[in-house]
């Protein structure tokens, strides 16, 4: 449970879209604020790990109900591999793509 719990070690981001650089933020002046949080996670292939990632998610999205909460993986490796198995994970950039 212990290498379980390292390999769900999850940055929780909080992202206004729109404000990520000052140039975005200029481009992004005429588009409504959006807020959400973002779940980032190296990844793993361990199903333990996995439950840890989907409580950790359950346990942010009871505390912000009204935020929308989004996941990404980091491992490039990890996410072509759940592709052959035709499960798509998000990457980050992906997921902060407007």
């Known amino acids: 449970m212990r290498a379980a719990r390292w390999a769900a070690i999850v940055t ?4 206004g879209w ?5 140039p975005a933020a200029a481009a992004a ?12 996670a190296f990844g793993t292939s361990v199903p333990a790990a996995r439950a840890v990632y989907e409580g950790f998610e359950a346990r942010v999205r009871a505390a ?19 592709a052959e ?14």
């Open 64 to 82: 912000f109900p009204d935020v929308p909460v989004r996941r990404a993986y980091t491992s490039a490796v990890l996410r072509a591999r759940t």
């Open 18 to 22: 729109g404000y990520l650089s000052p």
């Open 29 to 40: 002046a005429a588009r409504p604020e959006k807020k959400g949080i973002v779940l980032v």
């Open 85 to 98: 198995e035709g499960q798509r994970l998000a990457s980050l950039p992906s997921v902060l793509a407007p």
């Open 12 to 15: 929780v981001l909080w992202v």
